[in-house]
């Protein structure tokens, strides 16, 4: 007899509470017989009564309902007012895995030394801004750069190609240039990961970084680091 195993299949909904009541959001959950709120709110409290952290787990676990804050699902880019951008943004936040995972794969990948090329080392990610992240690697017995000079000097430019151009002829010349080679010399017989936010590396000015490099030192060893 051949036995067929199937592998459940879970369901996500997606809820606002803008115009409810706790009462009838509780009943929404309820008649579509959900087990758990997951609450991606970055900071979980409302002058709406009862959607609160603590008021509203209450309620729900009346109702039978588990609750969840994840706030590192929540919009960490909710001062940027164009929503456009701040939703793209917000794809390379969630695209970047949190400081262990992260230093899990440069581990895996054998790397000596990170650069990093964000022009300001500071994130709201928890764990990713300059002190905190060297302090993780260097546990790790990873070490940590910032190179500034090597950060997207022009991010303010709406057109990336253009920007990309630009980055490409300051990379060319004066203290940009040395932070190159310097990069270059890092490299020379080790393994070294160049850092910054976006997951897509074609769309990340390292991209260009990486790029003058190459040009300096034509032998190295380009790769991502998945």
Same mark, same amino acid.
């Given at each position: 007899?051949?036995?067929?195993?199937?592998?459940?299949?879970?369901?996500?909904?997606?809820? *606002?509470?803008?115009?409810?009541?706790?009462? *009838?959001?509780?009943? =929404? &959950?309820?008649?579509?017989?959900?087990?758990? $709120?997951?609450?991606?709110?970055?900071? %979980?409290?409302?002058? =709406? %009564? *009862?959607?609160?952290?603590? @008021? &509203?787990?209450?309620? $729900?676990?009346? +109702?039978?309902?588990?609750?969840?804050?994840?706030?590192?699902?929540?919009? +960490?880019? =909710?001062?940027?007012?164009?929503? #456009?951008?701040?939703?793209? /943004?917000?794809? *390379?936040?969630? +695209?970047?895995?949190?400081?262990?995972? #992260?230093?899990?794969? /440069?581990?895996?990948? @054998?790397?000596?030394? /990170?650069?990093?090329?964000?022009?300001?080392?500071?994130?709201?990610?928890?764990?990713?801004?300059?002190?905190?992240?060297?302090?993780?690697?260097?546990?790790?017995?990873?070490?940590?750069?910032?190179?500034? &000079?090597?950060?997207?000097?022009? @991010?303010d430019v709406e057109d990336f190609a253009a920007a990309m151009d630009l980055m490409r002829g300051y990379l060319a010349a004066g203290e940009p240039a040395e932070a190159v080679d310097r990069l270059v010399a890092l490299a020379d017989g080790r393994r070294v990961a160049v850092l910054c936010l976006e997951s897509d590396q074609r769309r990340c000015h390292r991209q260009?970084? /990486?790029?003058?490099?190459? +040009?300096?030192? %034509? #032998?190295?060893?380009?790769? %991502? $680091?998945?």
């Open positions: 007899m051949t036995h067929q195993y199937v592998r459940a299949v879970g369901r996500i909904y997606s809820v *606002g509470y803008e115009g409810l009541t706790v009462a *009838g959001l509780i009943e =929404r &959950l309820q008649q579509s017989r959900v087990e758990e $709120l997951i609450d991606v709110r970055a900071s %979980p409290y409302s002058r =709406r %009564p *009862g959607f609160s952290k603590k @008021r &509203l787990a209450e309620s $729900l676990a009346a +109702a039978g309902i588990t609750y969840r804050h994840e706030p590192l699902l929540g919009n +960490a880019f =909710r001062d940027v007012e164009d929503f #456009a951008a701040a939703m793209d /943004l917000m794809r *390379g936040h969630l +695209a970047t895995g949190e400081p262990a995972e #992260a230093v899990e794969r /440069l581990q895996q990948s @054998r790397i000596d030394e /990170l650069v990093d090329v964000r022009a300001s080392p500071f994130s709201r990610r928890p764990g990713f801004s300059k002190k905190r992240l060297a302090g993780s690697l260097a546990a790790a017995g990873i070490t940590y750069r910032h190179e500034p &000079l090597l950060g997207n000097a022009f @991010r260009v970084v /990486l790029e003058a490099a190459l +040009a300096r030192e %034509p #032998a190295l060893d380009v790769l %991502p $680091l998945h």
